[in-house]
């Protein structure tokens, strides 16, 4: 048998959620969720940022 990386069905992903609330507890577990959210709404405003500058760069570059 092959041992690798088997992709979550929910069955899975529904012991992992509960296993997170009994670790984390109800409030601190939205707050986790919070931060979470938080985090990648940032980091894809830094993405999209850095993308819009290298496409202005590249504009400038083309217009001289």
Do not use: W, Y
């Not at 707050?31 to 709404?41: D, E, N, P």
């Not at 819009?52 to 570059?61: F, I, L, M, P, R």
């Amino acid at each position: 048998m092959i041992f690798g990386i088997m992709p979550i069905g929910l069955p899975e992903l529904v012991v992992i959620l509960v296993l997170a609330l009994v670790i984390f507890g109800a409030g601190k577990l939205s707050g986790v969720g919070k931060a979470l959210g938080t985090s990648i709404r940032e980091f894809k405003a830094e993405v999209n940022a850095e993308g819009d500058g290298e496409k202005k760069e590249q504009q400038d570059q083309v217009a001289n």
